[in-house]
């Protein structure tokens, strides 16, 4: 009687660590297939860019276009995350990126954002320049040269700390547009001494608008920007940013990131 007594128990015991095993198992299965589950269903990360600021960022019709729409798409894509970008005003954009509604793509670092955002490695490097009507040009050495002048510039936009500083000490008066377009047109009625726009940016405008002669562009730069892509810190997507500049870094290395901005660049023109 002792000795069936000990096999039943033993039995039961050995039943009852089988349950448990098997329990285990099919915890673990579940939980992998809900983490799959939820990670498919997951909404893509929202990334918002200026809808008017070719051929960086813009939007035509329904579809979002640009090299920093590309950019991001292809790094996004390899990273095997999914993502969307939506285009707004610039004002909005800045707004949105804030809230934390979304990330924001090609934005530049200045003081004030870099306690708002945490930032990416660059993803791309913009030169300023100014832009005078031929007959009317000046010499320009730097920010004080612009003493006094009349100077057209994007809504919204941060030039870098410097310039964005002898604006606001009113060392200059600015005229804000909502596109380079604009801001060149202006120029060519007199409405301003000066604009400022990206060197790539102004050399497909002229060329779009045959401006070849009428326009002259100074030589020294009024800023060199790196662009970024940045989170609102409150969202702590410090580790996506990691991610995603570890990919950057790769495309670089490998030669494949060279290629596509001068692919793109290439169709541009």
Request: glycine content about 8%; overall charge positive; proline content about 4%.
């Amino acid at each position: 009687m002792i000795k069936n007594t000990f096999s039943v128990n033993r039995l039961s015991k050995l039943s009852a660590g089988y349950m448990r095993v098997i329990l285990l198992l099919v915890f673990t299965v579940f939980s992998v297939l809900f983490t799959q589950t939820v990670w498919a269903q997951s909404p893509a990360i929202q990334i918002a860019v200026d809808n008017d600021n070719p051929p960086y960022m813009y939007q035509e019709g329904s579809i979002v276009k640009g090299l920093y729409p590309l950019l991001l798409r292809t790094v996004f894509h390899r990273m095997g995350v999914p993502l969307e970008v939506r285009a707004y005003p610039w004002k909005r954009v800045l707004h949105i990126g804030e809230s934390g509604k979304a990330g924001v793509g090609g934005a530049y670092q200045t003081e004030p954002r870099l306690k708002i955002f945490d930032y990416s490695k660059p993803i791309y490097t913009e030169t300023l320049l100014l832009y005078v009507n031929t007959d009317k040009a000046f010499q320009f050495n730097g920010l004080e040269d612009l003493k006094g002048k009349r100077v057209g510039i994007i809504k919204g936009w941060s030039y870098g700390d410097p310039f964005d500083k002898a604006k606001q000490d009113g060392l200059f008066t600015v005229y804000p547009v909502n596109s380079d377009t604009t801001n060149f047109k202006n120029l060519l009625l007199g409405r301003v001494d000066c604009i400022v726009a990206t060197k790539l940016s102004g050399f497909l405008t002229i060329k779009k608008n045959d401006y070849h002669h009428k326009f002259k562009i100074l030589k020294r730069p009024v800023a060199v920007n790196h662009t970024y892509l940045v989170f609102a810190k409150h969202l702590k997507y410090q580790a996506l940013l990691n991610q995603f500049d570890g990919v950057l870094m790769k495309m670089k290395e490998e030669g494949t990131y060279d290629e596509l901005v001068a692919g793109f660049l290439e169709s541009s023109q």
